[in-house]
T-cell receptor
Framework: KAGVTQTPRYLIKTRGQQVTLSCSPI?????VSWYQQTPGQGLQFLFE?????QRNKGNFPGRFSGRQFSNSRSEMNVSTLELGDSALYLC???WGQGLGQYFGPGTRLTVT | GEDVEQSLFLSVREGDSSVINCTYT??????LYWYKQEPGAGLQLLTY?????DMKQDQRLTVLLNKKDKHLSLRIADTQTGDSAIYFC??????????FGAGTTVTVRA
């Protein structure tokens, strides 16, 4: 089975712009979660989607949003980018509860 | 993750065993995980354990859970140079929202 794929792998944006990141889960996985990884804050949970519904949400401002499509692919959007949004954004998928989350390689976002 | 603590660094000689320790504070945590991250890569799920288990073994990996002390450890037997990486401990109540520790950088020396 192919693993979790994320596109693009690298992205450079300017402050004030918006960005959309994409995640394709492992085939058959219906839960998709997003995490932000920074040197200062470590790994932080953004949100989780299941069957096109957001089920869990972390403590991030409303500039961070996401959605999931009927084929379980997910996108996350960050509007009005700030320098502090520079991070590795990781997507993870899961088949079900108790079966672990499998991560993609991440999208490295740099905001200048 | 504010609820999960790990030591930051571990240096081990090739061929020895590595033990990485982690403590967590949420007593309702049901699932506990170990992930590995190599430079420039995402997180690789190594193993996980349910809170009703004390131990889990998977080839060179042994996970021990002391639920009373909220202490989790990962032992890597016969550590190899390819085991050099950052290891993250994580906990979750529902298996969908994971809280991670800061990660332990393991360096394997010849």
């Amino acid at each position: 089975k192919a693993g979790v794929t994320q596109t693009p792998r690298y992205l450079i944006k300017t402050r004030g712009q918006q960005v959309t990141l994409s995640c394709s889960p492992i085939s058959g996985h219906r839960s998709v979660s997003w995490y932000q990884q920074t040197p200062g804050q470590g790994l932080q949970f953004l949100f989780e989607y299941f069957s096109e519904t957001q089920r869990n949400k972390g403590n991030f401002p409303g500039r961070f949003s996401g959605r999931q499509f009927s084929n379980s692919r997910s996108e996350m959007n960050v509007s009005t980018l700030e320098l502090g949004d520079s991070a590795l954004y990781l997507c993870a998928s899961s088949w079900g509860q108790g079966l672990g989350q499998y991560f993609g390689p991440g999208t490295r976002l740099t905001v200048t | 993750g504010e609820d999960v603590e790990q030591s930051l660094f571990l240096s081990v000689r090739e061929g020895d065993s590595s033990v990485i320790n982690c403590t967590y504070t949420d007593s309702s945590s049901t699932y506990l995980y170990w992930y590995k991250q190599e430079p420039g890569a995402g997180l690789q799920l190594l193993t996980y354990i349910f809170s009703n288990m004390d131990m889990k073994q998977d080839q060179r990996l042994t996970v021990l859970l002391n639920k009373k002390d909220k202490h989790l450890s990962l032992r890597i037997a016969d550590t190899q140079t390819g085991d050099s990486a950052i290891y993250f401990c994580a906990e979750s109540f529902n298996d969908y929202k994971l809280s991670f520790g800061a990660g332990t950088t393991v360096t394997v020396r010849a």
